[in-house]
T-cell receptor
């Protein structure tokens, strides 16, 4: 079975500093990878996704992530944190098997705190 | 509406009661998913519909949980004999993904917060 590990349930950075949220997955087949963000009292919103092609993907709000097959990682980064980035971030994987979309397997989430 | 709509937004029920949670997906989306999110956890997959049929129900925790999507649009998640451990936020998502295609973005509703007392 596939699994997703997000290292650090809470990450705190200063405004303007680099944001790095870590995600590792386990898989025997190439996965599709996603990052979702959940703001307080709001639904999950897609930040970015990797399916095929370029391993560095750019998303909304200045976030990007790089798929590294050798490290089974898909870490999320943003060069300069903004106060509005404070939220819960979830890494997720989807594995296609025999055609058709599978559900997503989510990590436990990382709560990003931005210090003024 | 333009997004995924879930009703009710909050539901409080007594242990042992039956509840139904409704999901109205984005028009035209063939794929529909149900997830459960417990406090401090990521969403946990429950069931996936492609059209009217349940393509994957491997995430349903036991036979007290059942979901339907009779016309390939609105879906209802049904929980019988509710237990306190069923308390969670139940999320619905829809996607335009068709069979045999890579997954695209899944659009999530805001969820139904179920509290079993």
């Amino acid at each position: 079975a596939q699994s997703v590990t997000q290292l650090g349930s809470h990450v705190s950075v200063s405004e303007g500093a680099l944001v790095l949220l870590r995600c590792n997955y386990s898989s025997s087949v190439p996965p599709y990878l996603f990052w979702y963000v959940q703001y307080p009292n709001q639904g999950l919103q897609l930040l970015l996704k990797y399916t095929t092609g370029a391993t560095l993907v750019k998303g909304i709000n200045g976030f990007e992530a790089e798929f590294k097959k050798s490290e089974t990682s898909f870490h999320l980064t943003k060069p300069s944190a903004h106060m509005s980035d404070a939220a819960e971030y979830f890494c997720a994987v989807s594995f296609t098997s025999g055609g058709g979309a599978d559900g997503l397997t989510f990590g436990k989430g990382t709560h990003l705190i931005i210090q003024p | 509406g333009a997004g995924v709509s879930q009703t009710p937004s909050n539901k409080v029920t007594e242990k042992g009661k039956y509840v139904e949670l409704r999901c109205d997906p984005i028009s035209g989306h063939t794929a529909l998913y149900w997830y459960r999110q417990s406090l401090g956890q990521g969403p946990e997959f429950l069931i996936y519909f492609q059209g009217t049929g349940a393509a994957d129900d491997s995430g349903l925790p036991n036979d007290r949980f059942f979901a339907v999507r009779p016309e390939g649009s609105v879906s209802t998640l049904k929980i019988q004999r509710t237990e306190r451990g069923d308390s969670a936020v139940y999320l619905c998502a829809s996607s335009p993904t068709g069979q045999g295609l890579p997954p695209t973005e899944a659009f999530f509703g805001q969820g139904t917060r179920l509290t079993v007392v």
